[in-house]
Nanobody, 120 residues
Framework: QVQLVESGGGLVQPGGSLRLSCVAS????????MGWYRQAPGKQRELVTAITSGGSTNYADSVKGRFTISRDNAKNTVYLQMNTLKPEDTAVYYC??????????????WGKGTLVTVSS
């Protein structure tokens, strides 16, 4: 059984920084893309950033230049460094991974989310 577990959320003042982590565990054959989504109160879940197994990245325009995604393939872990945080970054942040448990398969997995609150 595959699990994605996020950590690192919390309360931070505007202009501050946080680093989120997400570890994938279980019977995993290969992890392809990994990413972070967020959902603010009353809004739809949106893609924040994603990274392929080869290291290619993409970012939502709202976080470009402030957020950085990285991954450690040996540890099945993806990170999100968030700098210059704004109140509008407040949301539950979800980890996502496209991975296969056996060769030739790929499925979409989600973590349960970690809350990030940006407020003075």
């Amino acid at each position: 059984q595959v699990q994605l577990v996020e950590s690192g959320g919390g309360l931070v003042q505007p202009g501050g920084s946080l680093r989120l982590s997400c570890v994938a565990s279980g019977s995993i054959f290969s992890i392809y893309a990994m990413g972070w989504y967020r959902q603010a109160p009353g809004k739809q879940r949106e893609l924040v950033t994603a990274i392929t197994s080869g290291g290619s990245t993409n970012y939502a325009d709202s976080v470009k230049g402030r957020f950085t995604i990285s991954r450690d393939n040996a540890k099945n872990t993806v990170y999100l460094q968030m700098n210059t945080l704004k109140p509008e970054d407040t949301a539950v942040y979800y980890c996502n991974a496209d991975l296969g448990v056996v060769a030739g398969t790929i499925m979409d997995y989600w973590g349960k989310g970690t809350l990030v609150t940006v407020s003075s």
